[in-house]
């Protein structure tokens, strides 16, 4: 399965926190299942860094870390990904969440998320 993480999930991920699922977390160590991040998830944590509205052990040395460490893939945000947000519904309203739902169906990927919005839209969720 190819698998698309939002970004509290890699976060909860990567930092070992109790609040992402012990079924997730095996689902997303199955490598049987390719693992992507959005290009927008990695902004998303820099600019959260940045501000210093989220704080995490090593900093953004972390993310790099575990991203060229781990068989995670970078999901660019291409022109096709664009084409789908001018076209999404506005169910949710936050921007990188929108182009992370519109990466998700113009790749087919399934994301993994708790975020009940994306349930709104044409695409395959777990959690």
């Known amino acids: 399965m190819n698998l698309l993480i ?3 999930a890699f976060l909860w991920f990567i930092t070992g926190d109790k609040q992402l699922p012990n079924h997730i977390v095996n689902t997303i ?6 693992c992507y ?7 998303e944590i820099a600019i959260k860094l940045s501000l210093e509205k ?9 993310i790099e870390n575990f991203l060229s460490d781990n068989d995670f893939a970078i999901l660019p945000i291409d022109l096709s990904d664009i084409k789908v947000l001018l ?4 169910f949710h309203k ?17 994301v ?16």
């Open 6 to 8: 939002d970004t509290h």
């Open 29 to 34: 160590q199955d490598f049987s299942n390719r």
């Open 37 to 43: 991040i959005s290009i927008a998830s990695i902004w």
């Open 54 to 62: 989220l704080e995490i052990k090593g900093g953004f040395k972390t």
């Open 87 to 90: 076209s999404l519904e506005k």
């Open 94 to 110: 936050d921007p990188f969440d929108r182009i992370i739902i519109s990466q998700a169906i113009s790749s087919n990927l399934t």
């Open 112 to 127: 993994i998320t708790k975020d009940i919005h994306f349930k709104s839209y044409p695409i395959d969720t777990i959690w």
